[in-house]
Structures are given as C-alpha cells and as structure tokens.
C-alpha cells in the first residue's frame, strides 16, 4: 500500500522560503516518477514539479526558476525548496507518485504565504 506523508508547510512572508519535504513508503521509489501539485479553494489542482525515474525535471512556468525539486532515492523521499514566494503561491500542496495510469497521492499540507 502505498504511502505518502508530506511535511514542511506553513506560514511565510512574501519573498522567503519554505522547503516541502515528501517521505514514501510501500513503493519502489526509484522506478517512480514523483512531483507536487497545488490547490486553491474553488480551483482545479494544478501541477507544479515532476522529476521522473531517470532524473529529468520540470517545473510549471510560474514556479521555474524559484522552486527546485530533489528527490533521494535512497531516502524515500521527495523536496520541494520553495524560494521567493508570492501570495499567490498560498495553497495546499499535495506530494504525488506516478507508474504507469497509476498515481497515489499524499493527504495535502498548507504553505501561506502572507504579511
């Protein structure tokens, strides 16, 4: 069964950092490809970042260049550094691991970014 537990969220000034971290378990990470989405109320849940079992990465257009995806294979575990945040960044970001059709999700953390 897989698991997905994020943590790392909370509330920040506009312009600081938060680093989201993603901790997996019943999977063979390696093989996965692994990211983040975010959500708003009211909104579809929008993607954010991948980085896929080979290594490559991308970002969405509005987070390139300010948030950087890692992932350790040998941890389990997946981050998200958020650096420069907006308010418009404020959302509940979900951790997500995809092989194949198949995605699981993690349960969601909230990042706020206000003054």
């Known amino acids: 069964q897989v698991q997905l537990v994020e943590s790392g969220g909370g509330l920040v000034q506009p312009g600081g950092s938060l680093r989201l971290s993603c901790a997996a378990s019943?999977?063979?990470?390696?093989?996965?490809?692994v990211g983040w989405s975010r959500q708003t109320p009211g909104n579809e849940r929008e993607w954010v970042a991948r980085?896929?079992?080979?290594?490559?990465?991308t970002y969405a257009h509005f987070v390139k260049g300010r948030f950087t995806l890692s992932r350790d294979n040998a941890k389990n575990t997946t981050s998200l550094q958020m650096n420069s945040l907006k308010p418009e960044d404020t959302a509940v970001y979900y951790c997500?691991?995809?092989?194949?059709?198949?995605?699981?999700w993690g349960q969601g953390i909230q990042v706020t970014v206000s003054s």
């Open positions: 980085t896929t079992s080979d290594g490559t990465t």
């Open positions: 997500y691991a995809q092989r194949y059709s198949g995605v699981s």
């Open positions: 019943g999977i063979i990470f390696s093989r996965y490809d």
